[in-house]
C-alpha cells in the first residue's frame, strides 16, 4: 500500500524566509502528488498537484514544489513566507486507477513568526 | 458556483449514540468522498460515492456508512458511537467519471464529538 510521510510535525521560520516542507512517498509506481493547506477549523485546501511532465510545479499562493523521482519526494517551496501562511500542510497522493482515493501524510504545522 | 456545503458543522452525541452527515457537492459534480481527520490517525479516507454507488472504501469497520442520492448529495451514518469518533469528518467532491483521480474540493467539515 501507498504510504506518504511528513517528517517535520512542526516548524516555525520567521516571515520573510524561505520554507521548504518535505515529503516522501512510497509507491511502486509515479502516483499523482498533492499538496493541500488547512486553517484551523477549516476545510483543505489544494495548493497545488503533479500528474506528470514538468517536475517544478507552481501553485496559488506563491508556492512550487519539485518532484524528484530518485528520492520519491514531493517538497513543497516558498521564497519568502508571509504571516497569514501559517497553517497545517498536508501531503498526499493518489494512485493511478484507485479512483478519487487520497492517501495524506501527517501534516507539517507551520508557525510564522513577525 | 457554489462550494461543497457539509451540514450540521458542529455535533455532539453520547457513545452508543448513530449520527448522520450530511454534504452537498458542486453543482454537477457526481464523486463524494469522506475522510475523517483525528490528531492521532491524522486524514483518513472512508469511501467514496459515485452515482450513488460506492466504488472505493478505506479501512474502517462496518458502523461507518454512506449513501448518495440521485442529486449527488451524500451521507454517512456512524452507529454505535464510540469517544475514538470524535473527528472533523470532511467531504469532497469531484466532478471525474474515471476511475483515474479527478481534482477534489473539499467541504468545510463537521466536528463531531462524542461524550
Known amino acids: 500500500a501507498q504510504s506518504v510521510t511528513q517528517p517535520d510535525i512542526h516548524i516555525t521560520v520567521s516571515e520573510g524566509a524561505s520554507l521548504e516542507l518535505r515529503c516522501n512517498y512510497s509507491?511502486?509506481?509515479?502516483?499523482?502528488l498533492f499538496w493541500y493547506v488547512q486553517s484551523p477549523g477549516q476545510g483543505l485546501q489544494l495548493l497545488l498537484k503533479y500528474f506528470s511532465g514538468d517536475t517544478l510545479v507552481q501553485g496559488i499562493k506563491g508556492f512550487e514544489a519539485e518532484f524528484k523521482r530518485s528520492q520519491s519526494s514531493f517538497n513543497l517551496r516558498k521564497p519568502s513566507v508571509h504571516w497569514s501562511d501559517a497553517a497545517e500542510y498536508f501531503c498526499?497522493?493518489?494512485?493511478?486507477?484507485?479512483?478519487?482515493?487520497?492517501?495524506f501524510g501527517t501534516g507539517t504545522q507551520l508557525k510564522v513568526e513577525l | 458556483k457554489a462550494g461543497v456545503t457539509q451540514t450540521p458543522r458542529y455535533l455532539i452525541k453520547t457513545r452508543g449514540q448513530q449520527v448522520t452527515l450530511s454534504c452537498s457537492p458542486i453543482?454537477?459534480?457526481?464523486?463524494v468522498s469522506w475522510y475523517q481527520q483525528t490528531p492521532g490517525q491524522g486524514l483518513q479516507f472512508l469511501f467514496e460515492y459515485f452515482s450513488e454507488t460506492q466504488r472505493n472504501k478505506g479501512n474502517f469497520p462496518g458502523r461507518f456508512s454512506g449513501r448518495q442520492f440521485s442529486n449527488s448529495r451524500s451521507e454517512m451514518n456512524v452507529s454505535t458511537l464510540e469517544l475514538g469518533d470524535s473527528a472533523l469528518y470532511l467531504c469532497?467532491?469531484?466532478?471525474?467519471?474515471?476511475?483515474?483521480?479527478?481534482?477534489?474540493?473539499f467541504g468545510p467539515g463537521t466536528r463531531l464529538t462524542v461524550l
Open positions: 453543482s454537477g459534480h457526481r464523486s
Open positions: 469532497a467532491s469531484s466532478a471525474g467519471t474515471a476511475l483515474s483521480y479527478n481534482e477534489q474540493f
Open positions: 509507491y511502486g509506481a509515479t502516483p499523482y
Open positions: 498526499a497522493v493518489a494512485v493511478t486507477g484507485g479512483g478519487n482515493k487520497l492517501t
